[in-house]
Each structure stands twice: as structure tokens, then as C-alpha cells.
Nanobody, 119 residues
Framework: VQLQASGGGLVQPGGSLRLSCVAS????????MHWYRQGPGDKRELVAT???????TYAQSVEGRFTVSRDNAKNTMYLQMNSLKPEDTAAYYC??????????????WGQGTLVTVSS
């Protein structure tokens, strides 16, 4: 099983980006999915969470600007990021609990996609 995050890049303050996280492999089920980020010199922090049914929660720092969603049929999670600020600059990682036939439930991390907000 792999989680592949993509969609990062360089954007000006106030701009938007959409991140994607695709899970692939012999997947039987995916439970709650998360986006984390880690800025330069910072600890990794939880940004957004989306449940299997689509319920979502956000860090206070991104509430109202970011929207997390998922497409269960495509094993994909998204993060729409609007009104980006320089302090949003970070590597963004996806994380999910995934069940496979061989290993049962396990925790998986994507490789990270870099978001840079700068003029």
C-alpha cells in the first residue's frame, strides 16, 4: 500500500492550491484520513481530518481557508487551500488508517508535497 501526495508548488500570498493524496495497493478499507504539515524548524502538526462519511475538522490556523474532502471510490483525499499565507509554507503529508487483506489495519504516511507561499 502506498499514499502518494501531490499538488504542491510555489504560490503567491492570497493564492490557492489543491493537494491530492491517492492510496493504492490491495486496499480493503480506509478509515479516517488526515493532512499534516511540517514547516522549516517546526514540529509536524495536524491540519485537517476527514472521516469515511465526509465529516471534517481543521486546525484553528486554517479554519475557513482550507477544505478537506475525499472520494472513497477513488481512494483519494483532497485539500483545497485558499487565501494562502506565508506561514502556510510547509511540507504537507497525508496519513490514513488502511486495512489490507495481508496486514489488517495499519497506519500509512505519504511522502510529502512541498507548498511554498511567497511573493
Amino acid at each position: 500500500v502506498q499514499l502518494q501526495a501531490s499538488g504542491g508548488g510555489l504560490v503567491q500570498p492570497g493564492g490557492s492550491l489543491r493537494l491530492s493524496c491517492v492510496a493504492s495497493g490491495s486496499i480493503l478499507d480506509i478509515n479516517t484520513m488526515h493532512w499534516y504539515r511540517q514547516g522549516p524548524g517546526d514540529k509536524r502538526e495536524l491540519v485537517a481530518t476527514v472521516t469515511r462519511s465526509g465529516s471534517s475538522t481543521y486546525a484553528q490556523s486554517v479554519e475557513g481557508r482550507f477544505t478537506v474532502s475525499r472520494d472513497n471510490a477513488k481512494n483519494t483525499m483532497y485539500l483545497q487551500m485558499n487565501s494562502l499565507k506565508p506561514e502556510d509554507t510547509a511540507a504537507y503529508y497525508c496519513n490514513a488508517a488502511i486495512r489490507t487483506k495481508v496486514t489488517g489495519w495499519d497506519n500509512y504516511w505519504g511522502q510529502g508535497t512541498l507548498v511554498t507561499v511567497s511573493s
